[in-house]
Nanobody, 121 residues
Framework: QVQLVESGGGLVQPGGSLRLSCAAS????????MGWYRQVPGKERELVAT???????NYADSVKGRFTISRDNAKNTVYLQMNSLKPEDTAVYYC???????????????WGQGTQVTVSS
């Protein structure tokens, strides 16, 4: 079994910062892409940022220059540093990872349970 556990969400004022963490655990053979997505009620889940095992980065235009994604391969953990937060960044943030488990023949997408980020004064 593979699990993704997120932490770091919360309430922050506009202009503030938060750091999200997501640790993958379980029967992991290798992790390719890791990333963060977000969703607000009534809208589709959208990409925030991704990072490959080779450290190739991809950001949504709305967060470029404000958010930074990084990963610690030794800890199977991905981070999202969010600066200059805006009210429109309010959403549930989900961790995603494309993982080859030791118990499967091909990699699958795994998702965390989500963590709420609220930007409000």
């Amino acid at each position: 079994q593979v699990q993704l556990v997120e932490s770091g969400g919360g309430l922050v004022q506009p202009g503030g910062s938060l750091r999200l963490s997501c640790a993958a655990s379980g029967s992991i053979f290798s992790i390719n892409r890791m990333g963060w997505y977000r969703q607000v009620p009534g809208k589709e889940r959208e990409l925030v940022a991704t990072i490959t095992s080779g450290s190739r980065l991809n950001y949504a235009d709305s967060v470029k220059g404000r958010f930074t994604i990084s990963r610690d391969n030794a800890k199977n953990t991905v981070y999202l540093q969010m600066n200059s937060l805006k009210p429109e960044d309010t959403a549930v943030y989900y961790c995603n990872a494309f993982i080859l488990a030791t118990t499967t023949l091909r990699p699958y997408d795994y998702w965390g349970q989500g963590t709420q980020v609220t930007v409000s004064s």
